[in-house]
């Protein structure tokens, strides 16, 4: 690595650094409330508590309060049953979207198939003029 | 010469490593994921792993472990992209479009107080702003492994070795991510007209 390449990086690394302190102050208190919830695991007896995702946390209805082993397990509980149910339903409805088009199609079929007119008849151009004359 | 077990960390050495990396991690997690809740969560995991798993290791080795364990945990937040991504397309009929007021948070619109005074003057701050953006963008576009390279070995400080023991690959590797990737920001910025 010679030593423009690291001058170069060291030049870099010093804007970077400014850009650190200029973190919005939302997100450096969510950091800092990461960190306490990280470091409160340190305390002897502290119940182990899994990582609240941002996905999680809107579940539970933006609760902050302590809920321990139990209480992860059922918010992620609660969040799996949410997210397989949906799948569940859109499966179903997707199904059932498939199955209607089908039945459709096939009414369909068979009334063309045993209609007494011919299929040809549907592909002539006279045939709808000659139809709409005849309509009272 | 008296050998012994290493010192292990203890709790304020802990929090205070932690204090002082956490803005570079969320930097690191926002320059792959560009998303700022995605990075909040990456931090945040990587930093219960570390208290939860490795807190009983001396402190000297605390930023080679937490290295290690945030982009394992960026990797981790990329394979599970790639599963949901799977299932929104799958369901994509049923989508609502954009949600993103939802998540609108009136702090977010105040910056931090600055802790230097380098930059007091405000034609100074606007230029330094608009550089440190200009850094941050190419930095984004960087491939992966350059990037994640750079990062670890410039701006925490890792050496050869302990750079690829975080990224798990063999030294030569990272001296050429390196290389490439200061080569890589160069042009970048080059191209935008800024000189460093």
Redesign the interface.
């Known amino acids: 690595?010679t030593d423009d390449?690291e001058k170069?990086?060291?030049?870099?690394?010093t804007?970077?650094d400014?850009?650190?302190?200029?973190?919005?102050?939302?997100?450096?208190?969510?950091?800092?409330q990461?960190?306490a919830?990280?470091?409160a695991?340190?305390a002897p007896g502290a119940p182990?508590?899994a990582?609240?995702?941002?996905l999680a946390r809107a579940f539970a209805g933006g609760s902050s309060g302590d809920s321990g082993d139990s209480g992860s397990f059922w918010i992620s509980g609660r969040l799996w049953f949410g997210i397989l149910l949906?799948?569940a339903v859109?499966f179903a409805f997707q199904q059932w979207r498939v199955v209607q088009q089908t039945r459709e199609l096939e009414e369909l079929d068979a009334q063309i198939l045993t209609s007494d007119l011919p299929i040809d008849a549907y592909l002539d151009r006279g045939f709808q003029t000659w139809l709409t004359r005849r309509e009272p | 010469m008296p050998f012994g077990p290493p010192k292990l960390a203890t709790?304020q050495e802990?929090?205070g490593f932690?204090?002082a990396v956490?803005?570079?991690a969320?930097?690191q997690a926002m320059f792959a994921t560009r998303d700022?809740?995605?990075a909040?969560?990456i931090?945040?995991?990587a930093?219960?792993k570390?208290?939860?798993n490795y807190?009983g290791k001396p402190a000297a080795e605390l930023p080679m472990l937490f290295q290690r364990i945030l982009q394992n945990t960026i990797y981790d937040h990329f394979r599970r992209q790639k599963v949901r991504n799977t299932?929104t397309t799958?369901?994509s009929a049923?989508g609502k479009g954009d949600e993103k007021d939802d998540d609108y948070?009136p702090?977010?619109?105040?910056?931090?107080?600055?802790?230097?005074n380098?930059?007091a003057d405000p034609a100074a701050q606007y230029e330094?702003?608009h550089?440190?953006r200009m850094?941050?963008q190419a930095?984004s576009r960087l491939p992966a492994r350059q990037r994640e390279a750079?990062l670890l070995?410039?701006?925490e400080e890792l050496d050869v070795a302990e750079a690829a023991a975080a990224m798990g690959c063999s030294e030569g590797s990272v001296?050429t991510h390196?290389?490439r990737a200061?080569h890589a920001?160069?042009e970048m910025l080059k191209a935008k007209g800024l000189q460093?």
């Open positions: 690595m390449h170069f990086a060291k030049k870099i690394t804007y970077l400014a850009g650190t302190a200029e973190i919005k102050s939302g997100t450096a208190y969510r950091l800092q990461a960190r919830a990280a470091l695991s340190l182990r508590r990582p609240q995702t941002a949906i799948a859109s | 709790p802990i929090s932690l204090a956490e803005r570079r969320y930097k700022n809740d995605a909040l969560d931090v945040q995991d930093m219960l570390l208290v939860e807190a299932w799958l369901l049923f948070d702090l977010e619109t105040l910056a931090a107080k600055t802790e230097s380098a930059a330094q702003a550089v440190v850094i941050e930095l750079f070995r410039y701006w001296k390196c290389s200061v920001l160069a460093l």
